[in-house]
């Protein structure tokens, strides 16, 4: 089944330590990806996205993504993650066939915590 | 800078109301939509609109409807609200064919 997975629920790092999010799709064609962040009682902000090219993504507050086609996988990484990261992480797709341009499909999310 | 408002933050309704969610957004974008968050389940799209008084169901419209009288304005409609619609509701909106969706703050319902 078509599908977007995040296989960690819930993380937790130390302030100053690396992290990485980790995010897996099933899908035929490779589809368009995005990582999105959500605050507590907030909406999503975009963190990144990648649609062609360069396969390591820069995006906002210091994160990146890379894509591997191979592995069909579209991590999230930090080198040095700050109190202000603690927030919910989601992976989200836009399934190329079958005239996917109007769906973002979601995976569950990862909630990542911080301790100082 | 772009904008989509959902006017209600938090709702608490009774089982069986008629429950209204109202978004608006100034971008002028002609595709909106709404989607429904639960723990471990991400977030799920109940419909989307490609334009004014245009709707398509997402995966899970059941015990929802949807108004687009006007662009820049997408209602999502509880006929009759159930406890497992209890939510959150998130409304976004992009242009045609555009790559980026930008979303609401969520509507918290709680329905008793």
């Known amino acids: 089944a078509q599908s977007v997975t995040q296989p960690d629920i819930h993380i937790t790092v130390s302030e100053g330590a690396s992290l990485e999010l980790r995010c897996n799709y099933s899908?035929?064609?490779?589809?368009?990806l995005f990582w999105y962040v959500q605050s507590p009682g907030q909406g999503l902000q975009l963190l990144l996205k990648?649609?062609?090219?360069?396969?390591l993504v820069q995006g906002i507050k210091g994160f990146e993504a890379e894509f591997k086609r191979s592995q069909s996988s579209f991590n999230l990484r930090k080198p040095s993650v700050h109190w202000s990261d603690a927030a919910e992480y989601f992976c989200a797709v836009v399934p190329l066939e079958s005239g996917g341009y109007n769906k973002l499909i979601f995976g569950a999310g990862t909630r990542l915590a911080v301790h100082p | 800078d772009v904008k989509v408002t959902q006017s209600s933050r938090y709702l608490v309704k009774r089982t069986g109301e008629k429950v209204f969610l109202e978004c608006v957004q100034d971008?002028?974008?002609?595709?909106m939509f709404w989607y429904r968050q639960d723990p471990g389940l991400g977030l799920r799209l109940i419909y989307f609109?490609?334009?004014?008084?245009?709707?398509e169901k997402g995966d899970i419209p059941e015990g929802y409807s949807v108004s687009r009288e006007k662009k820049e304005r997408f209602s999502l409609i509880l006929e009759s609200a159930s406890t497992n619609q209890t939510s959150m509701y998130l409304c976004?909106?992009?242009?045609?064919?555009?790559?980026?969706?930008?979303f609401g703050e969520g509507s918290w319902l709680t329905v008793v």
């Open positions: 990648y649609f062609s090219g360069d396969t």
């Open positions: 899908y035929g064609a490779t589809p368009y």
């Open positions: 609109s490609y334009d004014v008084k245009m709707k």
């Open positions: 971008m002028d974008h002609e595709n």
């Open positions: 976004a909106s992009r242009r045609p064919f555009g790559n980026t969706i930008y």
